[in-house]
């Protein structure tokens, strides 16, 4: 240990079977068709080994490769391929017997309906969740951290705790900068273009390809139910964040939580005037800078309609504002399916 200098080397093994979802390897693929609960093989960690400069065990490059190529098989198979088109992004006007729904009129301003042309574009079904980041962060040595109030404290990968809103099956909340290195390292590892979705393709996804009719980015285009239906589904009654990909059923599109459980990041800059000046846009990527990143969707039981945003910081200020979840983008007119295989 001379010199205070200290390798950790994080080793993980399967080690019982808990109540959960069924997971192959070290990860796989929740089987959410029924909504049926199954069984998950629970991780665990193994003693952490301290260790000199040079110490590490020889065999934890081949653990490091496996949980890389578990989690960019699994980012490539949760992709659904959307076939781009032309929608009127933003505040459409609906209404119902010549009221505006629900409760309050148009932001005629900020969310001016404007005509988006979109090519075609691939989109994650799930939203990332604890588990999927917590091994982004072991594999590159980064922090596991709870955050709150202003706090930063460490905490241990992989919770089982189904009330904890760091479990693993629930929405992974981060920074932007955060989000767009897990989608920019995807890329890197699959030799395929991952990266955040743009505004546009995350509403014209939420919107059913962007249907009027979806007022509400739900599986239906209508208000969500209320936290009380919610029970029994691993939703936590202080968070209002569910296990992924389980509190409502998908959208025609096939995608998962686009309402409710955690608000989604995407790659625009947030701007107050940029829906007025983008009308008859070309697979817009927003303002070319600015101080916000845009956030998508709000949770369940709010007033969030399928075109509202908001934004935050791209990085973390005060330890809890600044946190949201995300899901990866392919940005490609080719579905997935016809790029070569993860590594």
């Given at each position: 240990?001379?010199?205070?200098?200290?390798?950790?080397?994080?080793?993980?093994?399967?080690?019982?079977?808990?109540?959960?979802?069924?997971?192959?390897?070290?990860?796989?693929?929740?089987?959410?068709?029924?909504?049926?609960?199954?069984?998950?093989?629970?991780?665990?960690?193994?003693?952490?080994?301290?260790?000199?400069?040079?110490?590490?065990?020889?065999?934890?490059?081949?653990?490091?490769?496996?949980m890389v190529s578990e989690?960019?098989?699994?980012?490539?198979?949760?992709?659904v391929f959307i076939e781009?088109?032309?929608?009127?992004?933003?505040?459409?006007?609906?209404?119902?017997?010549?009221?505006?729904?629900?409760?309050?009129?148009?932001?005629?301003?900020?969310?001016?309906?404007?005509?988006?042309?979109?090519?075609?574009?691939?989109?994650?079904?799930?939203?990332?969740?604890?588990?999927?980041?917590?091994?982004?962060?072991?594999?590159?040595?980064?922090?596991?951290?709870?955050?709150?109030?202003?706090?930063?404290?460490?905490?241990?990968?992989?919770?089982?705790?189904?009330?904890?809103?760091?479990?693993?099956?629930?929405?992974?909340?981060?920074?932007?900068?955060?989000?767009?290195?897990?989608?920019?390292?995807?890329?890197?590892?699959?030799?395929?273009?991952?990266?955040?979705?743009t505004s546009a393709q995350?509403?014209?996804?939420?919107?059913?390809?962007?249907?009027?009719?979806?007022?509400?980015?739900?599986?239906?285009?209508?208000?969500?139910?209320?936290?009380?239906?919610?029970?029994?589904?691993?939703?936590?009654?202080?968070?209002?964040?569910?296990?992924?990909?389980?509190?409502?059923?998908?959208?025609?599109?096939?995608?998962?939580?686009?309402?409710?459980?955690?608000?989604?990041?995407?790659?625009?800059?947030?701007?107050?005037?940029?829906?007025?000046?983008?009308?008859?846009?070309?697979?817009?990527?927003?303002?070319?800078?600015?101080?916000?990143?845009?956030?998508?969707?709000?949770?369940?039981?709010?007033?969030?309609?399928?075109?509202?945003?908001?934004?935050?910081?791209?990085?973390?200020?005060?330890?809890?504002?600044?946190?949201?979840?995300?899901?990866?983008?392919?940005?490609?007119?080719?579905?997935?399916?016809?790029?070569?295989?993860?590594?």
């Amino acid at each position: 240990m001379g010199n205070g200098f200290m390798v950790i080397c994080r080793l993980f093994k399967f080690d019982g079977v808990l109540d959960g979802y069924d997971r192959s390897g070290w990860f796989g693929t929740m089987d959410l068709l029924r909504g049926t609960m199954l069984k998950v093989i629970k991780y665990s960690l193994l003693p952490v080994i301290y260790s000199g400069m040079f110490g590490c065990q020889s065999d934890s490059a081949s653990d490091i490769d496996g949980m890389v190529s578990e989690l960019t098989e699994k980012a490539v198979l949760d992709q659904v391929f959307i076939e781009g088109g032309t929608f009127e992004m933003g505040d459409f006007g609906a209404t119902q017997n010549g009221q505006w729904l629900p409760y309050f009129p148009p932001t005629a301003e900020i969310d001016k309906a404007h005509t988006v042309h979109l090519s075609n574009y691939s989109l994650s079904a799930y939203e990332t969740t604890w588990q999927d980041f917590d091994t982004f962060n072991l594999i590159h040595d980064g922090p596991i951290m709870i955050r709150g109030g202003g706090e930063e404290y460490a905490r241990e990968p992989y919770v089982q705790n189904v009330e904890d809103e760091y479990h693993n099956s629930k929405p992974a909340r981060v920074t932007w900068r955060e989000a767009k290195d897990y989608c920019l390292w995807l890329a890197d590892k699959t030799g395929i273009a991952f990266d955040l979705p743009t505004s546009a393709q995350w509403e014209f996804a939420a919107r059913n390809r962007g249907s009027k009719d979806w007022l509400y980015p739900t599986h239906d285009g209508k208000i969500a139910p209320d936290s009380d239906e919610r029970n029994g589904k691993g939703c936590s009654f202080w968070t209002g964040r569910c296990f992924v990909g389980t509190d409502l059923p998908p959208n025609p599109l096939g995608l998962y939580d686009m309402a409710g459980n955690a608000t989604e990041w995407v790659n625009d800059w947030y701007s107050e005037t940029y829906y007025q000046e983008s009308d008859g846009a070309k697979d817009p990527q927003g303002p070319l800078d600015g101080t916000e990143k845009v956030i998508r969707s709000l949770r369940l039981g709010s007033l969030s309609f399928s075109f509202s945003l908001t934004s935050y910081p791209e990085t973390l200020s005060d330890g809890s504002l600044g946190l949201a979840g995300f899901r990866c983008a392919v940005q490609s007119t080719e579905p997935i399916s016809s790029f070569a295989s993860a590594p």
